[in-house]
């Protein structure tokens, strides 16, 4: 999701140390001088990382696309010899049989109708291979967040029920059908496997906060069974066939009233929310029921090859603004998950499962034979230390300052208050970690720092060895190696890139990139050849001017890791963002998405003017833009990328 500086979450109000504060005093004097002087200390790679481009033996080139230039017109573009194409954008039925309501142009449709439609704001996407094919298979996508002034004929105006419910509709998890049939892609309807998850789907609740006083309501007494998902953002698929989607900024959703309590200000509530739910939807009154917000923020886990099952909230990987959730597999077959939540100054977790992934036995799939393996571990927060070392620390009650005195009375608790834990045990403030990836050949983990432009103000902490930069409107992508597997606790780190523009005249935001240009980068992908995707996310209040004027619209480009180059693939249509990464087994199709076209500088669009900034894919007189899929193929048939 774009965030405008204005309204961004920034709530961790901890003591924490800066790495300043912590590294030796020799340290901190390099680390004081010039952007460069960091840069060159910091860039230094892996040693393993160096031996793919270090042997002096000739290596095939990973990119193999001519780039293409930065854009600013209303298309989408990719390079020569590649296809991009439409489907399934907000609004179009997801294919339930008996029940497929076409889309409206003046946005009429009503909230029965978005429930069985493709939500708002398409973000993370995974397609899922049906009987291994390419050709055919699931796409489980996620629906951000709404623009009320395009998802109703009229806005926030003669604010209802109604209203309220198709909004939340249009939130959650899409789960479709599509089928390579006569040289295009389409959605398959009807399908079996077509379900939306809304903000209004049961969902049950996993591990050690289940039943918990703090997960408990008026309505749910039990504490084990939530109504709905939202603000949904990245994904992933694990290695036994389940979707992970992230609960992000849950927070916007609640009025907290005049007088919000510590809990509430360190998980970013303010006094009135920014969507209206609670007029209509008392459960986001966090003054009538203040537990309600600890039931979102949790990595939700589906399994969209099987129509009967209920999603899982796994509260063991911690309570987070979720951007979303990867997992690395150890040698003996553990899962290893990661997590960050995005926003500013906030951690970086990772959680070991206590069991190994189990094989299809019994009857059972490998979904159903793991259904309880992300309900048992242990979770940690990173701390990067400023020599380019790091360190888990575990998030384990009664560990450290995780005691009952200083306010986590067992377990549950300090899961459903991961922040104030992470304040406790001195974990590193970071600038908004959003996406992550897991290069699993050279056993690495590559994580989105996208910006943070309260980095270094008045007031504010200052600049580190991890996150360098003053004022960070570019940001960066870091990356580490465990010290052995994945589930080590100590970790070396350094930074592929710091994004920005080599023309601008502020030295934090020329960035060090070798290749194209960008900013804020956002969603990360590893294709199986071993190539990191990039997706920006710029808000539209930054785009087109400043330190942005030769960036362009948001765009996607591809890295080739051992040598640092970047080069341009795709730019997206105005003030949209460039999200979600999948691709067929062969490597021949890939799944992006399109979110907000036509993002306005204020989140919230005219509904007099729908198309002001955009009219991206439908370009109609009169209509509005869309969030949607789109399908890239190579013309010849062959993998993306080369």
């Known amino acids: 999701m774009a965030k405008d500086f204005d309204t961004m979450e920034d709530s961790n109000r901890s003591s924490n140390h800066s790495l300043f504060d912590i590294s030796d005093p020799m340290r901190r004097v390099v680390l004081r001088g010039s952007v460069g002087t960091v840069a060159s200390a910091l860039f230094a790679p892996f040693v393993t990382v160096a031996s793919g481009c270090a042997t002096g033996g000739a290596t095939k080139a990973l990119l193999g696309f001519k780039a293409i230039p930065v ?4 298309t989408l573009v990719v390079p020569e010899g590649y296809v991009a194409e439409v489907i399934a954008a907000w609004g179009e039925p997801i294919g339930v049989a008996g029940n497929t309501p076409p889309w409206r142009e003046d946005a009429s449709n009503s909230a029965a109708d978005q429930a069985v439609q493709m939500g708002m704001h398409h973000d993370g996407i995974e397609y899922y291979a049906l009987d291994g094919s390419s050709t055919r298979g699931v796409l489980a996508m996620n629906h951000e967040y709404t623009d009320d002034g395009l998802l109703h004929p009229d806005g926030m105006r003669t604010w209802s029920a109604e209203k309220v419910k198709k909004a939340q509709a249009a939130h959650g998890v899409a789960v479709i059908e599509v089928q390579l049939k006569e040289g295009r892609w389409q959605v398959v309807r009807p399908s079996r496997y077509a379900r939306r998850f809304t903000a209004f789907t049961p969902m049950t609740v996993g591990g050690p906060a289940a039943g918990h006083a703090l997960m408990r309501t008026a309505a749910d007494p039990s504490g084990r069974t939530v109504l709905g998902t939202l603000s949904n953002c990245a994904s992933s698929q694990t290695p036994w066939g389940t979707y992970l989607t992230g609960e992000e900024n849950f927070a916007f959703y609640f009025d907290a009233g005049d007088k919000p309590d510590a809990h509430m200000l360190r998980w970013g509530l303010r006094k009135t929310g920014s969507y209206g739910w609670p007029e209509h939807d008392e459960r986001f009154d966090a003054t ?19 129509p009967a099952s209920t999603p899982v909230k796994r509260s063991a990987l911690g309570h987070a603004a979720h951007e979303g959730a990867w997992v690395a597999v150890t040698k003996d077959g553990h899962a290893v998950v990661y997590s960050g939540e995005d926003a500013r100054f906030e951690y ?23 259904r309880e393996l992300l309900d048992h571990g242990t979770l940690y927060v990173a701390r990067f230390n400023a020599d380019g070392s790091g360190r888990w620390l575990p998030v384990v009650h009664g560990q450290g300052p995780l005691t009952a005195s200083n306010g986590f009375a067992d377990h549950g608790e300090v899961l459903i208050k991961a922040r104030q834990a992470g304040d406790a045990l001195g974990a590193t403030k970071m600038d908004r970690p959003e996406w992550l990836a897991i290069d699993r050949k050279r056993g690495e983990v590559y994580c989105t720092l996208t910006n943070n432009s309260s980095r270094g103000q008045p007031n504010q902490p200052g600049v580190d060895a991890a996150n360098p930069r003053a004022n960070n409107t570019m940001g960066q992508i870091i990356r580490w190696k465990e010290d052995g597997d994945f589930d080590a606790t100590a970790f070396r780190w350094s930074h592929l890139v710091l994004a920005g523009d080599p023309a601008n005249e502020r030295a934090e935001a ?26 920006t996310d710029a808000h539209a209040t930054q785009m087109y001017k400043g330190e942005f004027k030769n960036i362009g619209n948001n765009q996607m480009l591809a890295c080739d890791v051992t040598t640092g180059e970047i080069r341009r693939f795709l730019t997206g249509p105005v003030n949209c963002e460039i999200t979600g990464i999948t691709f067929t087994p062969d490597g021949t199709t890939m799944f992006i998405n399109i979110q907000h076209p036509g993002e306005t500088p204020s989140d919230r669009s005219d509904p007099a003017e729908p198309g002001k900034f955009s009219m991206w894919p439908d370009y109609k007189r009169g209509g509005r833009p869309r969030s949607a899929t789109v399908v890239i193929r190579r013309k010849d048939g062959g993998v993306i990328g080369t």
């Open 71 to 74: 854009a600013s017109t209303d």
């Open 288 to 306: 009538r029921h203040p537990n309600e917000m600890n039931r979102f923020g949790w990595v939700v886990e589906i399994d969209p090859l099987d």
């Open 348 to 370: 970086i977790y990772k959680f070991v499962s206590r069991d190994r992934i189990a094989p299809a036995n019994a009857g059972l799939t490998k979904a159903q034979a793991n």
């Open 510 to 535: 020329k960035g060090n990139i070798k290749g194209d240009i960008f900013g804020c980068p956002d969603g990360i992908a590893f294709d199986a050849r071993g190539v990191l995707w990039i997706e």
